[in-house]
């Protein structure tokens, strides 16, 4: 079974800084892939990131980029320049493929605040 | 092109009730996924279904719920006699037949079921 771990259940930035955000994951298969997704206070899931696990370099989307550390398993969300906007609860998702079925696997989430 | 479409975005329902929960996939998306989403949670798989057919039900429990993709029409999620505890958010997600390993799934704005 895989398993996500999100060890920061809140964390504040102030506007126009970086932050990270923690994820690591625990899997045996030898491919995979990472999702980081963003669920504002309205409550809809958006998509930010994804990283295979043979991608050689790390994902980059706008502000987002994605630290990935395949040896360390983690694959840590870095937004740059903050944004009052922002300020949501932020997932880490790891998808799960077997016996012909397909899931994604969550962590628990990072609620993130920005300080203007 | 629209996006994944749940509807109701809110329901009510009353200690053994009934529950209809129904999930419009994107545009040539054969794949849908249903997620709970409890208070202060991360998501969790519940089924995995093609059109007609259930692809893996593991995560959702045994008794009351049941899921369909019918040839025609929504997905739709039943939860017979609703009890306190299945107050929480539905996402539904679709994907495409054939995705690259980068695809994600598409979710939709959720259901927020409450009961009373």
């Known amino acids: 079974a895989q398993k996500i771990t999100q060890t920061q259940p809140g964390m504040f930035v102030q506007e126009k800084e970086a932050v990270t955000l923690d994820c690591t994951y625990d899997?045996?298969?030898?491919?995979?892939?990472l999702f980081w997704y963003k669920q504002p206070s309205s409550g809809e899931m958006i998509f930010l990131i994804y990283?295979?696990?043979?991608?050689?370099q790390n994902a980059t989307e706008g502000r987002y980029s994605l630290n990935f550390q395949k040896a360390r398993k983690s694959a840590n969300l870095v937004i740059s320049a903050s944004q009052l906007g922002d300020s949501a609860m932020y997932f880490c998702?790891?998808?799960?493929?077997?016996?012909?079925?397909?899931?994604?696997?969550f962590g628990k989430g990072t609620k993130l605040t920005v300080n203007p | 092109n629209a996006g994944v479409m749940q509807n109701p975005r809110h329901l009510v329902r009353r200690r053994g009730q009934e529950a209809r929960l129904r999930c419009s996939p994107m545009k040539g998306h054969s794949h849908v996924y249903w997620y709970r989403q409890l208070p202060e949670e991360g998501l969790k798989f519940m089924v995995y279904l093609q059109k007609e057919n259930i692809i893996d039900e593991s995560g959702m429990p045994k008794e009351r719920f049941s899921a369909e993709f019918p040839k025609e029409g929504p997905s739709i999620l039943r939860i017979q006699q609703v009890v306190r505890g299945d107050s929480a958010a539905y996402f539904c997600?679709?994907?495409?037949?054939?995705?690259?390993?980068?695809?994600?799934?598409?979710f939709g704005p959720g259901t927020r079921l409450t009961v009373l």
């Open positions: 998702a790891m998808r799960e493929v077997e016996g012909g079925s397909e899931k994604l696997v």
């Open positions: 899997t045996s298969d030898p491919s995979y892939g």
């Open positions: 990283q295979g696990s043979y991608d050689q």
């Open positions: 997600a679709s994907s495409p037949p054939i995705r690259a390993s980068t695809d994600t799934q598409y």
